[in-house]
């Protein structure tokens, strides 16, 4: 299940689920990582939610109920960032709000949280957010560095002062690529990572395809060796 979440099954690099966030707020790490812990946050909650009142919702109105209960915790998150990361909430705007209409969240309560007990259903929404702040941090960080030279710069609206030290810079001379920061950047750089996904699972499969003897026993082919020596052939 962890692994389905961060790479097997991503929603972001798979599914290609949960778009509109993670392109228009990618345009820094530090963006990108605020945005992946916040629908996180609110994946891991309405799940655990939809999961307990699973066997209460009568059908027809289980969609209208997801609804009600991820907009509950959109409205929790929005007022907790605002409270205590003010100035990330303002550079996020108006798509902490949208973490409702995400189709990711309103697709693994209907798929999986609703059909499921509290613990797989809690830990589905985490593997499934994480990897989804997997790929939103890593597209902003190239985006960061190929536009402006830096990374995880205002590291500090995110984790105070003390994570200044994290931002790491080329310096004021550094003319890097505007495309990376514009919308289209977005689009061909998450193309990239989309290719590369594909190119190391299709790198593995062929690994483990290699590392298989040819002619080796199989596990059936083990047990039906066991049943023969437990039954040998009458005497003539």
């Not at 919702?57 to 997801?66: A, G, H, K």
């Not at 108006?94 to 809690?122: D, H, K, Q, Y």
């Not at 190119?199 to 047990?223: C, E, F, H, W, Y």
Request: include cysteine; charged fraction near 15%.
């Amino acid at each position: 299940m962890i692994g389905d979440g961060l790479w097997r099954q991503n929603q972001a690099l798979v599914a290609l689920l949960g778009l509109c966030p993670l392109l228009a707020t990618t345009t820094s790490a530090t963006n990108g990582l605020g945005m992946g812990l916040a629908t996180t946050t609110v994946l891991v909650l309405s799940n655990l939610v939809i999961s307990l009142i699973r066997n209460l919702m009568r059908p027809e109105i289980r969609l209208p109920v997801f609804v009600l209960v991820i907009a509950s915790f959109v409205t929790a998150v929005e007022l907790v960032m605002q409270a205590n990361f003010y100035e990330l909430s303002r550079t996020l705007g108006i798509f902490i709000p949208l973490i409702v209409t995400n189709c990711m969240i309103v697709g693994r309560a209907e798929s999986f949280a609703s059909r499921n007990p509290v613990f797989p259903a809690v830990v589905d929404g985490l593997a499934m957010g994480l990897g989804y702040s997997l790929v939103l941090t890593v597209l902003g960080g190239i985006r960061e560095f190929l536009a402006q030279g830096t990374l995880f710069y205002q590291a500090d609206i995110l984790f105070g002062e003390g994570a200044r030290v994290l931002s790491l810079s080329l310096g004021p001379d550094f003319h890097g690529a505007l495309l990376a920061i514009l919308p289209p950047g977005a689009f061909i750089t998450l193309g990239f990572l989309i290719a590369l996904k594909n190119i190391l699972d299709k790198a593995m499969a062929r690994r483990r395809a290699s590392a298989r003897v040819p002619g080796a026993a199989t596990p059936d082919d083990r047990q039906s060796a066991g049943k023969a020596t437990d039954h040998p052939a009458p005497a003539t």
